[in-house]
DNA sequence: TAAAAAATGTATTTATAATACACCTATTAA
DNA sequence: TTAATAGGTGTATTATAAATACATTTTTTA
């Protein structure tokens, strides 16, 4: 049980930016400081653009920087946003064969709920929280 | 963000038994049933067994039963033995590279978080709770 | 117009989970 | 005591998806 590190580099990205206020911060800088792969990461900040969390700017002197306040970047709504799907288990997934279990079967019903309580944890804190070291979820945000 | 099929294949051998109480059943006919690889539900009935959820009994005649009512047997125990990690983020993985971030960091503060919140989901029903369709949890359940 | 930076599409590599295969051990019944 | 049946073990292979690499395009500004 994992995230995917393109979601995972994501929330690293937000952090960074949050980090780096009032500039425009290059992908290369990004990937030079994790240490991870250029290629990787501009896909992610290309859909991080697309789903509004930063501002790209093509061109010299561009680069990206976040759309929001810390503070207003809910962490399950980036979740949600980059991780490709919640298939908690296999019957979740509409590609796969029909498990002979199904519909008398409470398996899916009950990782439904966890999956929602998984998410609702991270839909309680901002960028904002997890920008400390601990987190103190709700201290540093405003909404939701 | 998905269980192992090794996971989900052990709690179907376990809602399976639970079907089939009162006499003994061949992995053989757990893998036909499900159309899965007999060769790797050796395998998880063999943890199944180590992990005392299941009694398993070779030679002619043999085959497994569950070890205890369903009602005893917690679907957050069975999830917990039988994946092999929970390593919500990148920085639960001990064999990974240091992030830049830590130690100031609030992501894995948050990850344990919602990941606890989803055990203990898991942790809140039996087998018994998920032989039925609808999962109403606890009401089959007589432990935790 | 040159340099810098993101965007796009495709191909390749890697990691690991899943599966297959070969053989071993235990049990029972003829 | 032997044949049949069933799980146990270790290793090898395959399949899949994620990660990475590569090539090229588009945008912007000095």
Redesign the pocket.
């Known amino acids: 049980m994992e995230i995917?590190?393109?979601t995972?580099?994501a929330l690293r990205v937000l952090i960074y930016l949050a980090r780096s206020p009032n500039k425009?911060?290059?992908?290369?800088e990004i990937a030079d400081y994790f240490n991870?792969?250029?290629?990787?990461l501009?896909?992610i900040?290309?859909q991080l653009?697309?789903k509004g969390f930063v501002k790209?700017?093509?061109?010299?002197?561009?680069?990206?920087v976040l759309q929001r306040p810390p503070a207003m970047i809910n962490i399950g709504n980036v979740v949600r946003s980059m991780e490709?799907?919640f298939n908690w288990v296999e019957c979740f997934n509409p590609?796969q064969q029909h498990c002979r279990l199904l519909p008398n079967c409470g398996l899916k019903h009950l990782f439904a709920q966890a999956g929602e309580a998984y998410l609702k944890v991270l839909d309680s804190a901002t960028l904002a929280d997890v920008l400390l070291g601990i987190t103190t979820v709700g201290l540093n945000s405003k909404i939701l």
Chains 1, 2 share one sequence.
Do not use: F
Request: with cysteine; aromatic share 6%.
């Open positions: 995917t590190s393109y995972d580099y425009q911060t290059t992908i290369t991870i792969s250029r290629n990787h501009v896909k900040v290309h653009g697309s790209t700017t093509r061109g010299k002197g561009g680069g990206l490709c799907h590609t």
